[in-house]
């Protein structure tokens, strides 16, 4: 049984309420291989945890475990020499259970453990047969009239376990074959991005903007810092014949005034042209001055940025820099040429205090930090009041607290009039957050440098980490497939790997400030913009093995498109870089 706090409270129900003998305990990995091939009574399973939790390999908390007959201390698992943390076995093990040969091999295990040759005549030519009271249904001993008997049937069972309800009597079929399959490395190199190139595209700004990859409808969404918006198209040309060929068509938004001064006329407040703006100018009750409530894009959070989200065939904008404080929902389809600005949809009053300073999503569920550090979290609701659960994944690499929808929300998707729950874990405003529905993460991080990790459903804190006062930490990603995370400190230039749990993996020195992050889905590479230049690192040990070729000006920002074919970098002059790789389907493999 695992030797941690979950997996000894496994292991003390499962043994009357103490630990099981030092002998009996699962220790090492080696002993229990060896066992399981030559003895046919021994028999284990992969548990979940063998895939992505490294803490159930170690007896953190510190527990006698006793000795084993051989003088063998009982503490954390010992691992196969080709492994040399409990973290780097665990990734492997993912790699191996996500590699095509598994994929191309998987109904093997589903007849044996649900199929056809689970029972019968087929599990005995498949060695795949045990004790009779492990199969479902094979004794009821609530029915024996000898409680002796009775109680050693339950004894047995419920120590030993039984086997799954057979599902199938013929054959799983196999796995249809992917498009293209995806090589695995346990020693990611250069090689991997050798084939990369970049398109330079000068958008209508003059200054820094961020860009929102739509899912539905081929649509690609920048935004300034001033809130003007444009929707251009994007496709991917899925015959594209040579390695040479640009393997996408970007049609820039036309439905703007000038090639040059879009930010200029959102300055003077001249709206006689095309440009649409979000709440970036609001009417002041007294008089007719306006106040420009700009998105701060150029702030070490980059906070400000509005959130976007895909309602139905509706793209909707969820905007929280606002003069009067509250939550404003507006759809961008809905401007009408010559307005002053996007109409309002839906507002939602935020009477806490301080302002709200940054927002994130994931799912149904919306984070927003304020000045004063209180943490607010929604549950998203359809206006026909069922909630919205699980349907929308986010993408949660972007550095500047905005997420892109990747799926559909739903139609008529709306904000509560009030938060789920209020989290006042901090003492300080709230410079960065991070949310993950799949790992039921929240992490918070404040001006004194404190990081706090809590339960995104209930707001119950799990970790705590302390920076030491450091007010610079900010660029908050969480990985996909493992739940860890990373954070950049700007005042001690490092990059920071942390588990769920709050243990530290790895940091790593950046010479050159950092401006964006963003980590690819499969968790396994970082890369950091700094200046004009873009850096490969590898995760967990944060080694750069790989850089980009620099961009003309420097980078405010990395986005990658929902399916990582290609990556953008936008720059502070308005131009856009997207990259592709000739090589492969895919940007990296």
């Not at 309800?165 to 796995?175: A, D, G, I, K, V």
């Not at 856009?576 to 790789?581: A, E, G």
Request: charged share 20%.
């Amino acid at each position: 049984l695992p030797s941690t706090a979950v997996g000894d409270h496994v292991g003390i129900a499962s043994v009357s309420g103490r630990f099981d003998y030092p002998n009996r305990l699962f220790h090492g990995i080696q002993a229990v291989w060896k066992n399981c091939m030559e003895s046919g009574t021994d028999v284990k399973e992969l548990i979940p945890e063998f895939f992505y939790m490294p803490d159930f390999l170690k007896n953190s908390n510190g527990f006698d475990l006793g000795t084993t007959s051989s003088g063998l201390v009982i503490g954390d698992v010992e691992l196969p020499p080709w492994a040399k943390t409990a973290e780097e076995f665990i990734a492997i093990n993912r790699l191996a259970l996500e590699s095509e040969y598994v994929s191309q091999n998987l109904h093997h295990w589903i007849d044996l453990i649900f199929g056809y040759k689970q029972r019968g005549p087929e599990s005995v030519k498949a060695c795949n047969t045990f004790y009779f009271l492990t199969y479902e249904g094979a004794v009821d001993y609530t029915t024996l009239d000898d409680p002796v008997r009775a109680e050693a049937v339950r004894t047995q069972i419920e120590n030993f376990g039984q086997t799954p309800p057979q599902l199938l009597t013929t054959p799983h079929p196999q796995r249809n074959p992917p498009a293209f399959t995806i090589p695995i490395s346990l020693e990611p190199n250069a090689d991997l991005f050798s084939g990369i190139q970049g398109l330079v595209q000068q958008l209508p700004y003059n200054g820094a903007y961020h860009v929102y990859p739509m899912l539905s409808g081929n649509k690609l969404v920048t935004i300034n810092g001033y809130g003007e918006y444009l929707i251009h198209t994007f496709k991917f040309n899925e015959e594209s014949g040579t390695s040479k060929s640009i393997p996408f068509r970007f049609d820039i938004d036309n439905n703007y005034s000038s090639s040059s001064s879009l930010s200029y006329l959102a300055q003077e407040m001249r709206f006689y042209g095309k440009t649409r703006l979000l709440l970036s100018l609001k009417n002041i009750t007294a008089g007719n001055r306006r106040l420009n409530v700009k998105f701060n894009l150029h702030e070490d959070s980059i906070s400000g940025l509005p959130i976007l989200v895909e309602d139905g065939s509706e793209i909707k904008a969820i905007i929280y820099k606002t003069w009067n404080n509250a939550l404003q929902v507006s759809v961008l389809e809905g401007f009408e040429t010559g307005s002053a600005m996007l109409p309002c949809t839906q507002s939602v009053d935020y009477p806490r205090q301080g302002a709200i300073t940054c927002a994130q999503i994931s799912g149904p569920w919306l984070a927003c930090g304020t000045e004063t550090g209180l943490v607010s979290v929604w549950r998203c609701t359809s206006q026909s009041g069922f909630d919205i659960v699980g349907s929308l994944r986010k993408l949660t690499r972007s550095v500047t607290s905005v997420i892109q929808g990747t799926e559909k929300l739903g139609e008529n998707w709306v904000l509560p009039s009030d938060p789920n729950f209020v989290i006042d874990s901090h003492l300080s405003q709230i410079k960065c957050l991070a949310v993950n529905q799949i790992f039921d993460l929240l992490i918070s991080v404040c001006a004194r440098g404190t990081i706090a990790v809590h339960h995104l459903k209930d707001g119950k804190s799990t970790t705590t980490i302390n920076h030491d006062g450091d007010a610079t930490l900010s660029h908050l990603l969480i990985s996909e497939t493992s739940g860890n995370f990373v954070v950049y400190s700007k005042e001690k230039a490092e990059i920071y790997l942390y588990t769920i749990t709050g243990i530290l993996l790895g940091k790593s020195e950046s010479n050159e400030d950092v401006s964006s992050m963003v980590l690819t889905k499969d968790g396994r590479f970082l890369l950091c913009a700094s200046q004009n230049s873009i850096a490969v690192k590898t995760l967990p040990n944060l080694q750069t093995i790989y850089k980009l070729k620099e961009t003309p000006t420097k980078i405010t920002g990395l986005q990658w498109d929902p399916t990582e074919r290609v990556l953008f970098a936008f720059l502070e002059d308005g131009k856009l870089v997207i990259y592709w790789n000739t090589k492969n389907k895919l940007f990296y493999l």
